[in-house]
T-cell receptor, first 109, second 116 residues
């Protein structure tokens, strides 16, 4: 079993829809949970960072962590064409940060 | 405040040559990570360094690959005797000392290596 599982997509949704992106993990040692956004031919940029189970909201973005189920989610409300990118979940603990494969998201105008 | 700087952005090498990729972390950052990204795959951890120390190199192939982060100057990822399978985007990320391995990484734009 891979440490981090993420559906690669692509995921296409109409503008204005709510987007749900998810990752599962197997390593209970992970303590930090992140979502990064990567535009084509660019480096990833940190979107959301959470430390504990529960929800964290930042504008149109909400990150959710369920440690008991080893499941994390990112919700994007009122999606915009500019949200079209690859979204990578990441988890850290100890000296290592492990990334999911990324989900390609297309917001259709 | 300049971000993480990587160079070269694009590098073409023939099989058997050496590739050197450089990374200057953000000002004040003392932790550097290197990741490799292949098409349709995520970021694969390679190595984590602090100034003059390799903290974790568990993701780096044992042969042909090496990394350093000297007291002065950029971090360097070196690939000797490159093969076609080394073609990928190599990303460097840095973090400040206070956060260490908490995941708040700042990435460069990447160096894209093509091996002919």
């Amino acid at each position: 079993q891979k440490e981090v599982e993420q559906d690669p997509g692509p995921l296409s949704v109409p503008e204005g829809a709510i987007v749900s992106l998810n990752c599962t993990y197997s390593n209970s040692a992970f303590q930090y949970f992140m979502w990064y956004r990567q535009y084509s031919r660019k480096g990833p940029e940190l979107l959301m960072y959470t430390y504990s189970s529960g929800n964290k909201e930042d504008g149109r973005f909400t990150a959710q962590v369920d440690k008991s189920s080893k499941y994390i989610s990112l919700f994007i409300r009122d999606s915009q064409p500019s949200d079209s990118a690859t979204y990578l979940c990441a988890m850290g603990g100890g000296d290592k940060i492990i990334f999911g494969k990324g989900t390609r998201l297309h917001i259709l105008p | 405040n300049a971000g993480v700087m990587q160079n070269p952005r694009h590098l073409v090498r023939r099989r058997g040559q050496e590739a050197r990729l450089r990374c200057s972390p953000m000002k004040g950052h003392s932790h550097v990570y290197w990741y490799r990204q292949l098409p349709e795959e995520g970021l694969k951890f390679m190595v984590y360094l602090q100034k003059e120390n390799i903290i974790d190199e568990s993701g780096m192939p044992k042969e042909r690959f090496s990394a350093e982060f000297p007291k002065e100057g950029p971090s360097i990822l070196r690939i000797q005797q490159v093969v076609r399978g080394d073609s990928a985007a190599y990303f460097c990320a840095s973090s400040p000392p206070a956060t260490g391995t908490t995941g708040e990484l700042f990435f460069g734009e990447g160096s894209r290596l093509t091996v002919l």
